[in-house]
């Protein structure tokens, strides 16, 4: 158990290392030299540091420890441990990278800088994420909003975010750097989901049916795939119903869509997403297939 718990911390922060490394090269390399904001806690460091001209690595440190030591309560004492160690790498290597190696930014393009420095802000809270950790004190202060007048997570992130845009169209005197960052910021929310969930290459099927026979046999010998059958009634008539429930690859929905509409023109087929399924599902000829299935 001590040697699970030892590997498990030490995986963590070899990811909590890696990410930190990309946030501060996605900072230093393309977003503070172009005075381009990124979400949260790291766009403030950005835009204090332009306005003060102290070192980015240091404001964030200085602005993040304090709030999160006085948000304990809210956290694990692991994840706040782990949390405050992310920002004091995270403040190291950027001003390593900023003060001591001088980095010269990797682009003044406004566009290639907005997006490859989402990209490279995304990998490393991607990375810090997945190493049960965070990097910064905005999640915190959703959570004590969430707590004090009820404004959900979700939302109070997003005015957090927004504020930090706002801002930083305000002190850099352009409204354009401040558009800049908004897609700074979506680029790496993307890449953070892309991390975090997996790549979205399956979708969940519903298909409710009175008659399920023949699409059944067209699913699984067409399609290559298995799936669940559930019984239940309509609603409305009370008429006996059936829905089949599956998995299925991007590639072959329109094949499972025409298969449908000429086996049960009538029935009703719900395609959505999913954020992440586990455990091991088993095809056709019964044997499993192990593997983490996103969607």
Request: no cysteine; hydrophobic share 50%; aromatic share 8%.
């Amino acid at each position: 158990m001590l040697n699970y718990s030892l590997k498990n911390e030490l995986k963590n922060y070899t990811f909590i290392s890696l990410g930190a490394f990309f946030l501060a090269l996605g900072m230093v390399g393309f977003l503070v030299p172009n005075k381009i904001a990124t979400g949260g806690i790291a766009g403030l460091s950005i835009i204090l540091h332009h306005l003060f001209e102290l070192p980015t690595g240091a404001i964030l440190a200085i602005v993040n420890i304090p709030l999160l030591l006085f948000s304990l309560n809210y956290l694990g004492k692991r994840f706040a441990i782990r949390t405050i160690i992310t920002i004091i790498i995270a403040a190291i290597f950027i001003d390593i990278l900023a003060e001591v190696i001088h980095l010269k930014s990797f682009s003044d393009n406004t566009l290639l800088s907005s997006l490859y420095g989402g990209l490279a802000i995304g990998i490393g809270l991607g990375l810090i994420f997945k190493g049960e950790s965070s990097a910064g004190a905005g999640t915190i202060i959703a959570k004590i909003l969430n707590e004090k007048i009820n404004v959900k997570t979700g939302d109070a992130i997003l005015i957090l975010d927004a504020l930090v845009v706002v801002t930083a169209g305000i002190v850099f005197k352009d409204i354009e750097l401040a558009l800049w960052s908004l897609i700074s910021i979506y680029v790496s929310s993307k890449v953070i989901n892309l991390l975090t969930t997996g790549s979205k290459h399956q979708r969940i099927v519903h298909i409710a049916t009175e008659h399920p026979k023949q699409l059944q046999q067209q699913i699984t010998q067409e399609l290559g795939i298995t799936g669940t059958l559930v019984q239940g009634n309509d609603l409305y008539s009370s008429k006996h119903k059936n829905i089949i429930f599956i998995v299925v690859d991007n590639s072959k929905i329109n094949t499972l869509k025409n298969f449908v509409k000429l086996s049960a023109p009538n029935a009703l087929m719900v395609v959505m997403e999913a954020t992440e399924m586990l455990g091991s599902s088993r095809n056709i000829n019964g044997k499993p297939d192990k593997r983490k299935l996103f969607f």
